[in-house]
């Protein structure tokens, strides 16, 4: 079964940091980009970041650039975000998503990991 | 950034309606365009990509239109299971999302 699941999330104070992983199984796993997408209590969803297969490009919102830090690792099928100088307006679910081949498109999901940063 | 419009905001309908949403882009995307079903505390669900091609599994009921900046998803036959809220999202350069159209009982 393809699947993908989050873990990481809680609570940070602003200023913070926190790392998120994504743990991936059921697919050939480093034949696909993979992104993170997040979505603030009640919101809509807003691209994160994303990185290739290899794990050679990787890609920000302008959001996060500066803040934010993807990366993988194809012999444990995973990627993690590493992320800094949290803010309020960063607290949200996040999702780990996988490309659909050929696209950049999100055929597969994982239920997400909750982060809230507050005082 | 590329901009998404999606409208309605909200749609209410009866099962066994026709509903059609519609995504405006703020420029061009090709057929670049995704469209996602998300349930309450759920993750969203990838129902057509290439804005027209319906991804395995989903029923047919389901089907995306159009190209450049007006696209349209179309559920032919609403279904107890179709209310949720629908996303549009671009992919031609960095993704962006809609604001999404919550689809209620009337």
């Known amino acids: 079964e393809v699947q993908l699941v989050e873990s990481g999330g809680g609570l940070v104070q602003p200023g913070g940091s926190l790392r998120l992983s994504c743990a991936a199984s059921g697919f050939t796993f480093g034949s696909y980009a993979m992104n993170w997408v997040r979505q603030a209590p009640g919101k809509g969803l807003e691209w994160v970041s994303a990185i290739s297969g290899s794990g050679g490009s990787t890609y920000y919102a302008d959001s996060v650039k500066g803040r934010f830090t993807i990366s993988r690792d194809n012999s444990k099928n995973t990627i993690y975000v590493q992320m800094n100088t949290l803010r309020a307006e960063d607290t949200a679910i996040y999702y780990c998503?996988?490309?659909?081949?050929?696209?950049?498109?999100?055929?597969?999901w994982g239920q997400g990991t909750m982060v809230t940063v507050s005082s | 950034d590329i901009q998404m419009t999606q409208s309605p905001s909200t749609l209410s309908a009866s099962v066994g309606d026709r509903v059609t949403i519609t995504c405006r882009a703020s420029?061009?995307?090709?057929?670049?365009l995704a469209w996602y079903q998300q349930k309450p505390g759920k993750p969203p669900k990838l129902l057509i990509y290439k804005a027209s091609t319906l991804e395995s599994g989903v029923p047919s009921r389901f089907s995306g239109s159009g190209s450049g900046t007006e696209f349209t998803l179309t559920v032919s036959s609403l279904q107890p299971d179709d209310f949720a809220t629908y996303y549009c999202?671009?992919?031609?350069?960095?993704?962006?999302f809609g604001r999404g159209t919550i689809v209620e009982i009337k």
């Open positions: 998503a996988k490309c659909r081949y050929g696209t950049d498109s999100f055929d597969i």
């Open positions: 420029q061009s995307v090709s057929s670049w």
């Open positions: 999202q671009q992919y031609d350069s960095s993704p962006t």
